[in-house]
């Protein structure tokens, strides 16, 4: 399908498209971000099922919720920095309080937008979204990864919140092999000396890790865990059945994926688990591979913390 590394917001893009021409109920709506959403195709495609809201983040959930209560399926795209905190009260009352059918697709998440710095990072959008009742979260790993759950999500009629990246990420699955079960964690790489659970683009760091970790004689249980709400509980007790767990995302410590790890092992099976995220401070400025390198957020940095935990 695709001959190189691509971003998953293109993906959802072409989802979009392959579906609107014979579904008028799809509209795409954004907040002047067209572009850096990779949607122009589609606007250009379907002007009548696209809707510019400008910078109005607010306007743009609101007038999606309304859209919803007509009949009609939106995606609405901006952001996630803005979408996850700007708009969050009409999240809550307009597409959760309301209930109404609407899909929000945070674009340039995490600190894809690099050394704009603190304003366009978006590190608080799992705990942010997480609390809203009624509204699932979830952050796919690659592009074939977005690819299936767009199809799920484009015919369904719960709402959600999708992050996604800026730039192309590297491939964790390949055309024609990509196990996904709606919410359910995919099993990377089988293990019993280690759990490693990730979420979003640091999947790619875990399934690596676990390749290292195989030829050091440490067989590593490796979990995609795109669901965060519903996140699979299920995975997680098995994942605590190893002795120990390593999370790792792209999020602040609080909140985050492996805030909810430690939630369940808590209550059900309680292990050592560390959690490998940003800090609780203004990140450093620079690219993402950059940034992840700095807090060792890398495939070499899990290895390493297996390894201090090992001893």
Known sequence: MYMKPIANKQVICDELMANAENDQSIIVLCSDSRG???????ADAFPKQFVET???????????????????????ASPACFLSSRSLEQVKVDVSYS??????????????????????????DIAAMASIPYLRVYFPSDRFQTQMLMKHLINDDKAAYIRVGRNPVGDVYSEGNVPFEMDRATVLREGNDVAIIACGEMVKA???????LEGKGIRALVLDMYCLKPIDRDAVLRAAQTGRIITIEEHALHGGLGSMVCQ?????YPVPVYCMTLPDS??????????????????????????????
């Open 99 to 124: 209930e109404t059918n609407v899909k929000l697709i945070g674009i340039s998440g995490g600190v894809s937008y690099g050394t704009l710095g603190l304003t366009h990072h978006s590190t608080q």
């Open 54 to 76: 400008g910078i109005a983040e607010q306007n743009l959930v609101s007038v999606a919720a309304g859209l919803a209560r007509s009949g009609k399926r939106p995606f609405a």
């Open 206 to 212: 875990a399934k690596d890790a676990g390749d290292i």
């Open 282 to 311: 203004a990140v450093i400025e620079g690219s993402s591979s950059e940034v992840f390198a700095h807090y060792e957020l890398t495939a070499e940095g899990i290895v390493k913390k297996v390894l201090e935990m090992a001893r």
């Open 264 to 268: 369940i092992t808590a209550a059900a």
């Open 36 to 42: 850096s959403a990779s949607l122009a195709p589609f």
